[in-house]
């Protein structure tokens, strides 16, 4: 039905922020199925639940019992941020990640294909494309896929899914890759709140190998902007990269953080390097400034800013 957005994985720190994004800045009536594992901000189910345009159902995305459910009502989009998503985890134990990210991708497509949902974002991640040397330049959309973990080999194996079903189904289905989002509600385990939550404690920061791994870094509402640029005006089957153009060095994102709640060096623990670790991300994102007219508006400054003002506030 038109007007009706279906937002899977609401609770988590993207999907959280979506939501608070569409509620105030459109008009739609927005479900969140979240099936709320340890990665689910639950206090942000509180503050969403008053607003008459919002519902929430607790369900898993990789159950069809849950997506019938669901789908007893129809959709005008589904955007499928539900996902098991932190790349340390998966190296532990994969079989998570490939119930939610396959599985789960598997019975969102299935229930489009059957008309229960009429459009589809699927997010994706710079990670499907593995990782770059120093002298490459950024991931176009043209760049093959070439997971290096099971995390993102979870994801590039949903992204074919989603392909196939383009091809063979002409499934009404658009894929957004990003790159990575840092700001509010993120789960303490990612990098940036690592940093924040340890340093605000006086307690060390692990980082990986020599902490000269290199990420893009996206302000997560630029991110909530490009995914309803998508809605409005990206065409059905293409895939759309999003990024942040703020390439920094995993020590230089350390250090500016340290600066900017003045703290200093002897907070950073060099450990052990993660395990098949990529080297790079880098997006290149000319197609939706071209065709979008979308940019990213927040530097990584500003951003880190707002950020640490938000961790802040949460402290108790
Ligand atoms: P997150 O881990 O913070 O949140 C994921 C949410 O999905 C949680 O609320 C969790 O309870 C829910 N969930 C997990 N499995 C589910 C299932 N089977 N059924 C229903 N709900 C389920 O993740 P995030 O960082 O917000 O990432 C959201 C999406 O964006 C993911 O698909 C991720 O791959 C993608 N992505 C994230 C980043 C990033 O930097 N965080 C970058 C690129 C792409
Ligand atoms: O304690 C840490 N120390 C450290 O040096 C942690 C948690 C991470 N790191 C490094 C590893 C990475 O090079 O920081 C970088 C960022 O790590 P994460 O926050 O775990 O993100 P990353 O592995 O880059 O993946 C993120 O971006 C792509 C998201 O978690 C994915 O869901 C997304 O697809």
């Known amino acids: 039905m038109k007007n009706r957005l279906l937002v899977t994985g609401g609770a988590g720190f993207i999907g959280s922020n979506f939501i608070s994004y569409m509620l105030e800045h459109t008009d739609y009536y927005i479900t969140n199925i979240d099936s709320l594992t340890y990665a689910s901000n639950r206090h942000i189910l509180d503050e969403f639940q008053p607003n008459p345009r919002y519902t929430f159902m607790k369900g898993d995305i990789s159950k069809p019992e849950d997506i019938a459910a669901v789908t007893k009502d129809s959709y005008e989009w589904v955007i499928n941020f539900a996902a098991e998503s932190h790349v340390d985890r998966s190296i532990e134990d994969a079989l998570p990640f490939l119930q939610s990210n396959i ?13 229960a949902i009429s459009n589809m974002i699927q997010i994706s991640t710079d990670e499907v494309y593995g990782s770059l040397a120093w002298s490459d330049d950024a991931f176009t959309e043209q760049t093959p896929i070439a997971p290096n973990n099971p995390y993102s080999a979870s994801k590039a ?34 990098f940036i709140p690592t940093i924040i939550l340890n340093a605000m404690k006086d307690e060390r920061i692990p980082l990986y190998g020599a902490g000269t791994n290199m990420r893009d870094w996206l302000y997560v509402e630029d991110h909530c902007r490009a995914i309803f640029n998508i809605m409005k005006n990206g065409e059905m089957g293409e895939v759309y990269n999003i990024g942040g153009n703020e390439e920094l060095t995993n020590y230089d994102v350390l250090n500016l953080i340290l600066k900017k709640l003045g703290k200093d060096e002897s907070l950073i623990k060099y450990v052990d390097d993660r395990k098949g670790h990529d080297l790079r991300y880098a997006m290149n994102y000319s197609k939706v400034l071209h065709t979008l007219g979308w940019k990213p508006s927040v530097s990584f400054e500003e951003g880190i800013e707002k950020t640490i003002a938000w961790y802040t506030s949460q402290k108790r």
């Open 103 to 115: 599985m789960g991708t598997y019975q969102l497509l299935e229930a489009v294909r059957k008309g």
């Open 157 to 190: 194996s949903a992204d074919l899914l989603v392909s196939s079903y383009v091809n063979t189904h002409q499934a009404p289905v658009i894929i957004s890759r990003c790159s990575n989002n840092f700001g509010p509600m993120q789960n303490k385990e990612k």
